[in-house]
């Protein structure tokens, strides 16, 4: 049992955690800058950098608890995970409060908890058990998927109701990224592109006038400068003024004089852009590549497929989030409350990520494990 333990102990990756930290502390820093009101201000009095100091503990003493069990013990508990976020996001709109006029939290006392976090993870792990069950690797036929189509609606309805349009499109693109690692036909992909198409149109008319409006921004945000255009066009500016060496620690002026929306928290990026330029900017990128091929490494080395595709479901999650947040501040996507991951202020999003990258490490420490 020793060399067992032992061996475990070894094969701890520290350079993941080594990546999480260096991204979550770039996280801190650049809310404090966000937040500040005064150059007397310090961290220790700052609330909500005090705040995302312990959603950080909290998050790293979930991943290392995550690693202390077994994760193919989490295959036969999946669909009762995924059926606990389910039942979280059901409740969101029974006894959820309102923030940013959209209903996505639950008050628990002490804290509040966004179940639109949780479902990440829990769709992943459900995803990870169906598709390691299912026929050959690598010849998924539609009819062979169709199960896990229903899993990826129901929690998409919930999370369209509250409204959280950017979540939706995370969730989606992690469920296709799934399907494609765990083995769909090409020509049936295919087919999914022509019929989600067609169905572009059908969805536009579901979508609230503001989630319109901001498509119609993003194709054209100086249609309305002063209105839902104000907020990208302040982000680029932000974005573009740090130019190559930024502005300098605490001196983003569109972030002091408060032109940046959220800058906490979904436009968080912009303020570091602003104020590190495009170095800081790549380097940030760079952390984040890092985590992601790390991750994708561990998946690939996986000694089972449910843990391949645990692995590659967390890495996923993270990849998508990055893509939409840098995205959406630079003008490249529409807006949409996506934070970015480890860096935007928030406990539900920090804690649930830790954990589910404890996940990762606990499927790279056991593929040593006999």
Known sequence: ?????????????????????AVASVGIVTIYSATVTSEKGSFATNPLVIRQALYDGIGLAGMVAAVFFDYRRLERYAYLIFAFALVMLVLVPVMGSVGGGARRWINLGVVSVQPSE???????????????R??????????DVAPAFVMLAIPAALILAQPDLGTVGVVTAVFFSILFFAGLRLRSFLLLAIVGGAAVPLLWGHLKPYQQQRVLTF???EM?????????????????????????????????????????????????AEEWGYIGALVLIVLYA????????????????FGSLLA????????????INVGMTSGVLPVVGIPLPFVSYGG?????????????????????TF
């Open 290 to 305: 890092a985590l992601v091929l790390r991750g994708l490494q561990i998946s690939y080395r996986a000694k089972d497929r």
């Open 1 to 21: 049992m020793r060399q067992f333990d032992r061996r475990l102990a070894y094969h701890f990756d520290w350079l993941l955690v080594a990546l999480t930290l």
């Open 134 to 143: 299912a026929r050959g690797t690598g010849d998924l036929r539609l009819r």
């Open 118 to 132: 949780m479902i990440k993870v829990g769709l992943v792990v459900a995803l990870a058990r169906y598709f390691h």
């Open 312 to 323: 590659f479901g967390i890495v996923a999650i993270i990849f998508w989030q990055v893509v």
């Open 348 to 368: 539900s999003s920090i804690t649930s990520m830790m954990i589910a990258l404890g996940l990762v490490i606990n499927v790279n420490m056991r593929r040593f």
């Open 219 to 221: 194709l054209s945000p």
């Open 224 to 272: 309305d400068p002063l209105g839902a255009g104000y907020h990208v066009i302040q982000s680029k500016i932000a974005i573009g003024s740090g130019m190559f060496w930024g502005k300098g620690y605490l001196h983003g002026t569109q972030n002091k004089l408060n032109f940046l929306p959220e800058q906490h928290t979904d436009f968080i990026f912009s303020v570091f």
